[in-house]
C-alpha cells in the first residue's frame, strides 16, 4: 500500500500521499497454511507484565475510505525503529480522540522521565544512547518540524537552535549536533525542555481545534504519525537510561520494582506445515512501510519454540564453554566476543552466582526468566549449541498467534537480514533517502518487549539492529526443520 504517485512537501521533509488501492493488497491470497500446536495451547500473548502498561492499546481506525498514506522520514542512522517510514491507511479520528490520545502519549513521556533527576537526564554512555532530555526534545522537535512549522502560518519556533540541536538524521531539514555529542549538552537545560513541551503541545491543541475540515484527514494522520514515533521513543529511552545506570558504580535503580518468582514450563514446539503464506501487513490500520507490501512467501514445514529462552537455558551454555568455542560462532560474532570480551548477557555478572542488572537495580538472575540483552551472535550461537536454528521472520510471522511471550518479554532476533519486501520502492524525493538505504547489516527483530508501549507492535512489526547490539531487549526464540 506504501507506494504512491505523489510528492513530498519540499519544506517539510513529510510527504502526505494518496494512495494507489491497487497497490493495497494482495490480489489473489494463497490459502492459509494451518497451524498444528504440539505440547501447548496456542493463545494470543497480552502483554500483562509490560512496565508501568502505558496507557492501554492504541486504537486506530483503518477504514476503506477516505484512504490517505502518510509518510514521513525520523531519521536516527544504522539503528532499528529509529529510521522509519511510516505508511497507513486513515479514516480520521475525531478531534476529540486524537487530542485525548496526544495527552496521553506526550504525558507518558513526561511520566517516564519524572523518576530521573535532571543529572540523569544528560548523561550518554555511548554513542548509540540517547540522554533522556534529548528524546523529550527530539519528540517535540519532530511535530514542530513536520507539523507545526509547514502547516501553522502564526507557529513561532521556541528557540532557533532546536532545529539544529534535536534534528536526529534528517538531511531536508539540515545540519545537525553530532549524535555521539549529545552528552555534551548541558543546555538547554531539563527545565527548558519542559517549556519547549508545553509550547509545541499547547501549538498541538490549538491545531486539533481549529484545523479547518478540509485538512483534517492529513492533519490528524501527521499528528497520530508523531505519536507513534514518540511511542517507539519511550522504549528508546528505557533502553538508554538503562545503560546509563548500569555505568554507574553505584547501580542505581531508574525505578522500584517487584520480581515475583517464575516457574519456566517445559518448551514445547509448535509444528507448522509450510506451504505458500502471506507474509506483512494487510493495509488496514497503522504500519510502517518496511511492513508493505503483503506478498506470498513458501515456507518448508518448521516448527518453532512456543516460548523464549529461559536464564537457566543461557547458564547452561556458558557452562558449557559457550562463549570459548569458536565452533558455534558465526565469524563475525566469535571477533566480536574477543573484541569485547563477552562472557554472559549485557548486564549480567557473576560474584558467585549470576546477577542481572535491571531498571529496578541489580537482583539475582531468575532461572526461568527469558534472557535478553544477547546480540544476534549469542542467540546465534546458542541456538547452534542446541543443534536447532533461530526462525526466519516469515516463520515467526506466520506462527506467531501460537507463540507464547510473543510481545511482552523480549524482542526476539530472527535468521533474517533485515531487507525489502518484494516490490518495496522507497518514497520519491527527500524521505527515498531513508530505510532503504538502511536495509543492509542489520537483522530482524519480532515481536516486542515488556518497555513497548502496550499495543505499540502487531504480529508484522519489523524492528531491526545491528546484529552486535545487546543494549535492546533482544532474546532468543528458537526453530527447526520439520
Ligand atoms: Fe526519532
Avoid at 509518510?71 to 525503529?81: D, F, H, S, T
Avoid at 537482583?363 to 549449541?385: I, Q, T
Wanted: proline letters at 7%.
Amino acid at each position: 500500500m506504501f507506494r504512491s504517485p505523489g510528492r513530498p512537501t519540499p519544506d517539510s521533509g513529510v510527504g502526505v500521499f494518496a494512495v494507489r488501492p491497487e497497490v493495497s493488497d494482495t490480489s489473489d491470497p494463497a490459502p492459509r497454511t494451518s497451524l498444528r500446536i504440539s505440547g501447548a495451547t496456542a493463545r494470543a500473548c497480552v502483554g500483562v507484565s509490560r512496565l508501568g502498561h502505558y496507557g492501554g492499546h492504541h486504537s486506530i481506525s483503518g477504514g476503506r475510505d477516505a484512504r490517505h498514506a502518510v509518510v514521513l522520514a525520523c531519521p536516527q542512522p544504522r539503528l532499528g525503529r529509529g529510521l522509519f517510514r511510516i505508511a497507513r491507511r486513515v479514516t480520521a479520528q475525531t478531534r476529540d480522540a486524537l487530542a485525548q490520545q496526544h495527552r496521553r502519549v506526550r504525558s507518558q513521556t513526561e511520566a517516564l522521565a519524572s523518576p530521573l533527576h535532571p543529572e540523569d537526564q544528560v548523561v550518554q554512555s555511548m554513542p548509540d544512547v540517547s540522554p533522556t532530555k534529548w528524546h523529550r526534545a527530539h519528540t517535540t522537535w519532530f511535530f514542530e518540524t513536520f507539523l507545526l512549522a509547514p502547516n501553522v502560518k502564526e507557529y513561532e519556533h521556541f528557540h532557533e537552535s532546536y532545529t539544529y540541536l534535536f534534528n536526529s538524521y534528517y538531511e531536508v531539514v539540515g545540519a545537525r549536533h553530532p549524535r555521539p555529542e549529545r552528552g555534551l549538552l548541558s543546555r538547554p537545560t531539563v527545565t527548558d525542555i519542559a517549556r519547549y513541551r508545553a509550547h509545541v503541545d499547547d501549538a498541538l491543541t490549538a491545531l486539533i481545534e481549529s484545523c479547518p475540515d478540509d485538512e483534517w484527514p492529513e492533519t490528524s494522520a501527521l499528528i497520530e504519525l508523531g505519536l507513534h514515533h514518540e511511542q517507539q521513543h519511550q522504549e528508546l529511552l528505557l533502553m538508554d537510561i538503562k545503560h546509563v545506570l548500569s555505568c554507574n558504580p553505584l547501580e542505581p535503580a531508574y525505578a522500584e520494582g517487584q520480581c515475583s518468582s517464575r516457574v519456566a514450563t517445559p518448551m514445547a514446539w509448535v509444528d507448522v506445515d509450510g506451504g505458500s503464506v502471506e507474509i506483512g501487513h494487510d493495509g488496514e490500520g497503522f504500519g510502517f512501510d518496511n511492513e508493505f507490501p503483503r506478498h506470498v512467501v513458501h515456507l518448508d514445514p518448521y516448527r518453532i519454540a512456543d516460548r523464549l529462552v529461559t536464564a537457566a537455558e543461557w547458564i547452561a551454555f556458558v557452562d558449557d564453554d559457550g562463549y570459548h568455542r569458536p565452533d558455534l560462532w558465526l565469524a563475525d560474532g566469535w571477533a566480536a566476543v574477543q573484541a569485547h570480551g563477552w562472557e554472559a548477557p549485557l548486564y549480567w555478572w557473576n560474584d558467585d552466582d549470576w546477577s542481572v542488572f535491571t531498571l529496578a537495580g541489580r537482583r539475582a538472575v531468575d532461572p526461568a526468566e527469558p534472557v535478553g540483552h544477547v546480540s544476534h551472535f549469542e542467540a546465534d550461537a546458542f541456538a547452534r549449541w542446541r543443534g536447532e536454528r533461530l526462525p526466519t521472520e516469515f516463520e515467526w510471522e506466520h506462527a506467531a498467534a501460537a507463540l507464547h511471550q510473543r510481545d511482552d518479554e523480549q524482542w526476539q532476533w530472527t535468521a533474517s537480514a533485515y531487507l525489502p519486501y518484494p516490490r518495496f520502492q522507497p518514497a520519491p524525493g527527500a524521505v527515498g533517502e531513508y530505510n532503504g538505504k538502511f536495509m543492509s547489516g542489520q537483522m530482524v527483530l519480532r515481536g516486542g518487549a515488556g518497555i513497548t508501549p502496550a499495543g505499540h507492535t502487531r504480529p508484522t512489526y519489523r524492528n531491526f539492529f545491528p546484529p552486535g547490539s545487546r543494549w535492546m531487549y533482544g532474546g532468543v526464540r528458537l526453530a527447526g526443520d520439520a
